[in-house]
């Protein structure tokens, strides 16, 4: 026998976080949100090896030093979250990560100069700074706001919405940029002023480019939706950030701290880490005496 009550009660779990007001508000951010990422960190490693004509090594630096920072910066952004709440640092993390796709555009004006590859070490620097309090509060978020005992069929359905925009935002951006491959667009200030002239290059969009602005302003609008979740504990923008200088400059007075630390070998020698070497002179002196 078949229970035909499995059917309606499935398809009622299905629907039920779409119901919930609160939640229906953190689904749409969060399709909309992984829309973004999805049509974006697939192709920045196309731009690099394609458009501004690094080598493999180059880009790879850049992908670990990324990888390097969102580790370290996942302590920092934990603290915050639990000391106030993941929707205050997703309005702090999720503006960084938009300035730094747009920050993309800017690597080639149109092409390879002088700026673009410390601009690319400081774009990679900030992606994983904001990349670790977005991944993070994501999903705290999720799990935070679900109600107690359903939480299951919440998280199953916000994994529906955000596999879905995962699986068709590189599919939408790889038809964009082949339909605006050949599309160009330049924004050029010129000015004439008695016998001096000069012309200043605002904006150089073609190809990928075309696709980071599409993101830029599909991310705008997920900010948009983001101020319509509620969550407690949200507190201001700025306090966050001045919350989060701080904490970045305990870790790097920590950090330059235990290079200040004694360390013993053995009892009765000890060095400073940065004295290393001249602990050792002195020690294999006392040996030849």
């Known amino acids: 026998m078949i229970n035909l009550e499995i059917k309606p009660r499935f398809l009622q779990s299905i629907f039920e976080p779409y119901r919930d007001k609160a939640y229906k508000n953190l689904i749409i951010f969060l399709f909309l949100w992984y829309f973004v990422i999805g049509s974006t960190t697939p192709f920045f490693t196309v731009y690099m090896l394609e458009k501004l004509n690094l080598s493999l090594t180059l880009v790879i630096f850049l992908i670990v030093l990324s990888q390097i920072v969102n580790i370290l910066f996942l302590k920092i952004w934990g603290s915050l ?102 599309s160009k667009f330049n924004w050029t200030l010129d000015w004439t002023s008695l016998n001096i002239s000069g012309s200043i290059q605002i904006l150089n969009l073609q190809g990928l480019d075309f696709l980071f602005i599409l993101a830029l302003i599909v991310g705008v609008f997920a900010l948009h939706r983001l101020l319509y979740v509620k969550e407690d504990g949200d507190v201001k923008n700025e306090i966050i950030r001045n919350e989060f200088l701080l904490e970045t400059t305990k870790s790097v007075k920590n950090f330059f701290k235990l290079g200040k630390s004694k360390v013993i070998l053995r009892p009765g020698i000890s060095f400073y880490p940065w004295r290393l070497k001249r602990s050792l002179k002195k020690e294999k002196r006392k040996d030849k005496k």
């Open 81 to 182: 979250s639990d000391r106030y709440s993941n929707k205050s640092v997703l309005s702090v993390t999720c503006p960084l990560f938009l300035v730094c796709i747009f920050a993309w555009v800017y690597t080639s004006l149109p092409g390879v100069y002088w700026l673009t590859f410390p601009l690319l070490i400081f774009i990679h620097i900030f992606m994983g700074v904001s990349l670790a309090g977005i991944t993070l509060s994501l999903n705290n978020i999720c799990l935070k706001l679900a109600p107690k005992g359903r939480a299951n069929w919440y998280l199953a359905v916000t994994t529906l919405f955000t596999s879905i925009a995962l699986g068709i935002a590189p599919l939408i951006g790889g038809l964009l940029t082949n339909l605006l491959e050949d």
